[in-house]
């Protein structure tokens, strides 16, 4: 089960949920590709210490794809009626739970690879707290806009501030 499902609170609904961007695993599939490449030409060799090299390289090919997989598997980015969630890490985890009528501002920030592949950074700020910045979010702007809806939601008048 998951963070976010483990921790939602009596009649709250999650409404927007996500993982890191897939691009948190292309280093690691580029070092999958060349460590591999190099220990099956190794293994073909056919001799002894570059079978041992060949077989290393393979290891440390499933060690850093395997690794990169399990980080971004470990990372949620959630949207509920009343909060927003986010865990990020796998061994040492950082997480932000943060009630929607708390939320000053959603912030973004993408950089040109970012906005053409679909990635950025989101700052979550509190009422009077720190930036919280959380990177390699999938299409940034689409969370800012589900945690806007969802804080528009919440006003039962229109043009009052969250809260009131």
């Known amino acids: 089960m998951s963070y976010v499902q483990q921790n939602l609170i009596t009649g709250e609904t999650v409404r927007y949920n996500t993982r890191c961007h897939w691009i948190v695993l292309f280093w690691p599939s580029a070092i999958v590709f060349l460590m591999g490449f190099t220990g099956i030409l190794s ?3 056919g001799d002894g210490t ?3 090299v060949g077989l290393f390289s393979l290891l440390v090919a499933a060690a850093a ?3 990169a997989y399990a980080v971004r598997s470990a ?4 949207i509920t009626d009343k909060r927003v969630i986010v865990k990020v890490g796998l061994i040492k985890q950082r997480t932000v739970e943060m009630f929607l009528n708390k939320i000053e501002s959603i912030g973004v920030v993408q950089g040109l690879f970012g906005r053409i592949i ?5 700052v979550v700020r509190g009422t009077g707290g720190t930036p919280e910045p959380f990177d390699t979010v999938p299409d940034p702007l689409e969370f800012r806009r589900q945690v806007q809806e969802q ?3 919440m006003n039962p008048v229109a043009g009052l501030p ?3």
């Open 43 to 45: 293994i073909a060799s």
């Open 118 to 122: 679909g990635y950025g950074t989101i």
């Open 151 to 153: 804080i528009d939601r």
């Open 65 to 67: 794809f395997g690794l």
């Open 50 to 52: 570059m079978i041992v």
């Open 75 to 78: 990372s949620e980015f959630a």
């Open 162 to 164: 969250a809260g009131r």
